[in-house]
């Protein structure tokens, strides 16, 4: 059976209301293992963000700095942090160490226990952490330096969180949102819809957004690039588009484990 044959199943399981009590995917959604041992080999500097509907791998080109610094844009409890989690493990399972690293800043430290201990990652911040100046520093000193071989992914969650930092730590940031992936350093951030509207002024820093299940027609056109989109007909917790172009690229994402 195809990947797509496989999401396709899955999903009118759910549409028949198949579903447990926690909202949960249904057994037998794929998984992220299974789904890369299929696409297998992926190119060298491709990052995997999801499964489109073709059956094909959604790649982001390392190598590429076009797209800039990423933000995902959904409500809340609709995979936004799952979004986050299976790239950083999708590059920990098709990357070595030594060539890509990622660091994480969350507010939900607890959803990300465990993740420290990956060789791949630099390492997990709290708002409350001591060293996320630090960390920012490092990072933005890092992008000035485009010799380094290794590429470096920040990953973001709860991203509102941030905007209460001090300001020197807030400079870093969007200094990098800017200039980071032209020196190798990425930044992926996830939030919440109806808390990017007090954040227009950050939500412009980020050059490529990728959207979850929006149910609010209203707040889905404010964002959304272009018509189209139907962003509340998304499946909540598997389901994102992308803008390409003229059209709007659905993907799925595949279930951690």
Not at 207 to 236: C, H, V
């Amino acid at each position: 059976m195809s990947l797509t044959a496989e999401f396709l199943q899955s999903i009118q399981v759910l549409r028949q209301g198949v579903e447990d009590d926690e909202g949960s995917l249904p057994q037998g959604f794929p998984t992220l293992d299974d789904v890369l041992a299929q696409v297998a080999p992926l190119p060298e500097h491709g990052l995997f963000l999801g499964i489109a509907s073709d059956g094909l791998p959604l790649l982001l080109n390392l190598q590429d700095p076009t797209p800039g610094a990423i933000l995902v844009l959904g409500e809340g409890q609709t995979g936004k942090t799952d979004f986050l989690q299976g790239v950083a493990r999708a590059a920990s399972l098709t990357h070595q160490p030594r060539f890509f690293r990622f660091a994480v800043i969350t507010p939900f430290t607890a959803e990300w226990a465990g993740w420290e201990s990956l060789p791949h990652c630099l390492g997990l911040w709290g708002l409350d952490d001591s060293g996320l100046k630090d960390l920012m520093a490092d990072l933005s000193a890092r992008a000035e330096d485009r010799n380094k071989p290794e590429t470096l992914l920040l990953l973001v969650d709860g991203f509102h969180h941030l905007v209460d930092l001090e300001v020197e730590t807030l400079e870093s940031l969007r200094w990098l949102l800017v200039n980071g992936a032209a020196s190798k350093v990425w930044t992926i951030a996830a939030l919440n819809a109806d808390e990017a509207i007090s954040l227009s002024n950050w939500v412009e820093a980020f050059r490529t957004r990728i959207f979850g299940p929006i149910r609010n027609s209203k707040l889905a056109d404010r964002f959304a690039s272009m018509p189209g989109a139907n962003l509340g007909t998304l499946l909540r917790g598997a389901q994102f588009c992308i803008p390409e172009r003229t059209h709007w690229l659905r993907f799925w994402l595949p279930l951690l484990r």
